[in-house]
């Protein structure tokens, strides 16, 4: 199975890159966004052909919420724009498209874990780009695709709130944190590791059409989280709780962002770690590669 990564220098694509040779038996293409302007549909098509793909893994995506309050123009074509070129190019040549979207994509008013089936009420642009780029893909006659939206995503790639917490709290002796926002860490790893379990039990003879949530199983605020990493990785800074309100941004964040994960698990047999177990290996491994001390 031949399989194209694009956004391969971000945060996901350089995990799935870190994960390619467990799986030997597939190859795999990797393209940043230097390599592959995922909104030129002459390039995207002409490098699926290259490649003889059979699967598209989408982690291409302007990510920064408050950047795109800015830049709305990026954001809608990379995250709208993009996906809707990925799902036409895959439809004409039979390929499948797996595309990852975002929690942001809900309002955080549920007193529930948010399904599948929930409706979607974006606030700020990056939310509605997503959004948009994913009823694009859902609206594209034929395509067989799996959109999968994630929460709180961290690794040793990239950036992330992991790594930023893990840098101040080595240059300061306290850091706030804000403890109103709830949600759950997602770590990379797994939720590349589960993309590999879906595509090895799938059926290439069907056509699928899902929309999934995945997450690392718990609960926890922002505060929580940086506690838990300022503990594992043994730093001696103190977190202390405080309200958003003392932390202002220009992107719009739902206060709660938990993501039920029932229909993935179900449908692909997953079992899910929690956050705080997967918190344990993100940590350990950027030890033992020397990236922490």
């Given amino acids: ?41 002459d390039m995207v098509a002409a490098r699926m052909r290259e490649c003889k793909c059979d699967v598209v893994i989408n982690c291409a995506a302007f990510t920064s919420v408050d950047r795109a309050e800015e830049d709305s123009f990026l954001s809608y074509r990379v995250n709208r724009d993009g996906a809707a070129v990925l799902a036409r190019c895959a439809n004409e040549q039979n390929v499948l498209l797996v595309h990852f979207s975002t929690y942001n994509v809900f309002n955080g008013a549920s007193p529930i874990p948010y399904q599948e089936t929930f409706e979607a009420i974006p606030h700020g642009v990056n939310a509605k780009a997503k959004l948009e780029g994913e009823e694009l893909i859902r609206c594209t006659t034929g395509l067989s695709y799996i959109i999968i939206r994630a929460a709180w995503l961290y690794s040793r790639f990239g950036k992330n709130f992991m790594k930023t917490m893990l840098q101040l709290g080595h240059e300061r002796e ?120």
Avoid at 177 to 203: C, F, H, N, Q
């Fill in 1 to 41: 199975m031949n399989i194209i990564v694009t956004g391969s220098e971000g945060q996901l694509g350089s995990t799935f890159r870190a994960i390619a040779s467990r799986h030997p038996h597939w190859s795999f293409f990797f393209f940043s966004h230097r390599d592959l302007d995922i909104s030129d549909e």
């Fill in 174 to 293: 306290s850091i706030n944190v804000v403890s109103d926002r709830v949600g759950t860490p997602t770590y990379a790893e797994d939720l590349a590791e589960a993309v590999m379990t879906i595509l090895a039990k799938a059926d290439f003879k069907k056509k699928y059409a899902a929309t999934y949530h995945y997450s690392n199983e718990g609960v926890c605020s922002w505060y929580d989280f940086a506690l838990a990493i300022m503990q594992q990785a043994k730093l001696s800074c103190r977190v202390f709780p405080i309200e958003s309100s003392e932390f202002p941004v220009e992107g719009p964040r739902p206060w709660y962002s938990v993501l039920n994960n029932n229909a993935i698990k179900k449908d692909w047999g997953l079992e899910i770690p929690h956050w705080h177990f997967s918190l344990v290996i993100a940590i350990e491994m950027m030890r033992n590669e020397g990236m922490i001390g």
